[in-house]
């Protein structure tokens, strides 16, 4: 089912800090900061030659890594996102096998653009799984 890993992402609690600390400490190719209001983040990415991470900091009230950033003040990894050819059918094969979809269980488009689904952390050995079509 599951591909390449498309990226890994941390929230983090200062993101010109952290983008900051990947370009001159890590020499890394860092965005520019993205600001996705319908997902509540503001996204840098950093591109690395076999993936991406992707730096989060919570974007208004409502963001969905507001929570996260309390418990974890210093930051923390997030969840990490696979890549799958047919997210429809990754969906339907998981939810048949009994695993959980967070949500609606409809995928909606994430940071790129492409669709994706969330998995229950418990279902993963305490991991948050994206899936991403691509
Ligand atoms: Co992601």
């Known amino acids: 089912m599951i591909g ?3 990226h890994i992402a941390i929230v983090v609690p200062d993101l010109t800090l952290a983008a900051n600390t990947y370009k001159s ?3 890394a190719n860092v965005s520019d900061p993205v600001s996705l209001p319908e997902h509540g983040v503001t996204t840098v990415f950093v591109n690395l030659p076999n993936t991406k991470i992707e730096l989060l900091h919570p974007l208004g009230d409502g963001s969905p890594i507001k929570k996260f950033l309390d418990r974890n003040a210093s930051g923390g990894i997030h969840h990490i996102c696979y ?6 059918k990754s969906r339907d094969k ?24 969330f998995l229950h952390p418990k279902d993963f ?6 899936l991403e079509e691509i």
């Open 25 to 27: 400490v890590f020499g």
């Open 94 to 117: 998981l939810l048949g096998d009994g695993y959980r979809i967070l949500g609606d269980h409809e995928p909606s488009v994430g940071a790129h653009g492409k669709p994706v689904i």
């Open 125 to 130: 050995f305490g991991t948050l799984i994206e």
């Open 83 to 88: 890549e799958v050819q047919n997210i429809i």
């Open 4 to 6: 390449k890993l498309n």
